[in-house]
């Protein structure tokens, strides 16, 4: 099982900041990665897939970079609505996988 | 648009089973794959398995390979995850999810709003 390493386990950051979130896999994950969202009391919602695709309807202050084992979602300009826990998930080997969550708290 | 419905909160004992459904609407059922996730309280997020609609075809985590069933139902396009000999630690709140289209299906993109199972004797 691939298990996905995220840093770091908490972020503070204030409105504007850009906030860069890592993932890192135990082996290549090729750019079989995604990333999304979970508010608090919500079910997540997709962000990027394949590393850096994003998902219909995602501002564009959200990117994702990296391949192979390292990883980072960048948010380029916070804002107070993306407070939330962040998670990566690999699809390159089963059983799918999650990382542990990188929560962003907004200043 | 794009709708998954689950089914209400549940209560069991230890050793029961459960089963949770899933309405899709909005979309065509069978032209997309059903995933199922569980989240603990306060914790992260644990892969179960997908369900294909289209052919009932299932692949399970290795963790949940011998008690967990996922099946549905095209007529009224509603997936289901079944879960047996329940203990404590399955307390927790069951998505169900859609994948995205096509060799991406491993990815999923609408979710349920999810279902609270609670575990306790």
């Known amino acids: 099982e691939i298990v996905l390493t995220q840093s770091p386990a908490t972020l503070s950051l204030s409105p504007g900041e850009r906030a860069s979130l890592s993932c890192r896999a135990s082996?290549?994950?090729?750019?079989?990665l995604a990333w999304y969202q979970q508010k608090p009391g919500q079910a997540p919602s997709l962000l990027i897939y394949d590393a850096s695709n994003r998902a219909t309807g995602i501002p564009a202050r959200f990117s994702g970079s990296g391949s192979g084992t390292d990883f980072t979602l960048t948010i380029s300009s916070l804002e107070p609505e993306d407070s939330a826990v962040y998670y990566c998930?690999?699809?390159?080997?089963?059983?799918?996988?999650f990382g542990g969550g990188t929560k962003v708290e907004i200043k | 648009q794009v709708q998954l419905v689950q089914s209400g909160a549940e209560v069991k004992k230890p050793g029961a089973s459960m089963k949770v459904s899933c309405k899709a609407s909005g979309y065509t059922f069978t032209g997309y794959y059903i995933h199922w996730v569980r989240q603990a309280p306060g914790q992260g997020l644990e892969w179960m398995g997908w369900?294909?609609?289209?052919?009932?075809?299932?692949n399970y985590a290795p963790k949940f390979q011998v008690w967990v069933t996922m099946t549905r139902d095209t007529s009224i396009s509603t997936a289901y995850m079944e879960l047996s000999r329940l203990r404590s630690d399955d307390t927790a709140v069951y998505y169900c999810a859609r994948s995205l289209a096509g060799s991406n299906y491993e990815y999923v993109d609408y979710w349920g709003r999810g279902t609270l199972v609670t575990v306790s004797s």
């Open positions: 998930q690999q699809r390159s080997n089963w059983p799918l996988t």
């Open positions: 369900i294909n609609p289209n052919t009932g075809n299932t």
């Open positions: 082996q290549s994950v090729s750019s079989f």
